[in-house]
Nanobody, 117 residues
Framework: QVQLAESGGGLVQAGGSLRLSCVAS????????MAWFRQAAGKQRELVAI?????????GDSVKGRFTISRDRDNAKNMVYLVMNNLKPEDTGVYYC?????????WGLGTQVTVSS
């Protein structure tokens, strides 16, 4: 089992920034992919950003150029971050961290991000 805990959400004005953190613990494989998803009220969960062990990243179209995903340099801390700049009201939602390895997925409970206009 892998446990994930997100932090860093909050209320911010449009144009502001936030940094989300996710720490993974438990039976963590040496090969895994970490990702951030978000879900707005009444909408489906969508991919925000994803990062491999080797540092390859990919982003959802709506956040490209504004959000940056990263993970601790030596992976020893099993942490992944999401820096969100130039936030917009449509970025509001619950942000979830996901850990994927060997065909299994684990999710955190999420952290709320609210962007006011």
């Amino acid at each position: 089992q892998v446990q994930l805990a997100e932090s860093g959400g909050g209320l911010v004005q449009a144009g502001g920034s936030l940094r989300l953190s996710c720490v993974a613990s438990g039976s963590i494989s040496s090969v895994n992919v970490m990702a951030w998803f978000r879900q707005a009220a009444g909408k489906q969960r969508e991919l925000v950003a994803i990062i491999t062990m080797g540092g390859t990243t990919n982003y959802g179209d709506s956040v490209k150029g504004r959000f940056t995903i990263s993970r601790d340099r030596d992976n020893a801390k099993n942490m992944v971050y999401l820096v969100m700049n130039n936030l917009k009201p449509e970025d509001t939602g619950v942000y979830y961290c996901r850990h994927s390895s060997r065909g299994r997925e684990y999710w955190g409970l999420g952290t709320q991000v609210t962007v006011s206009s």
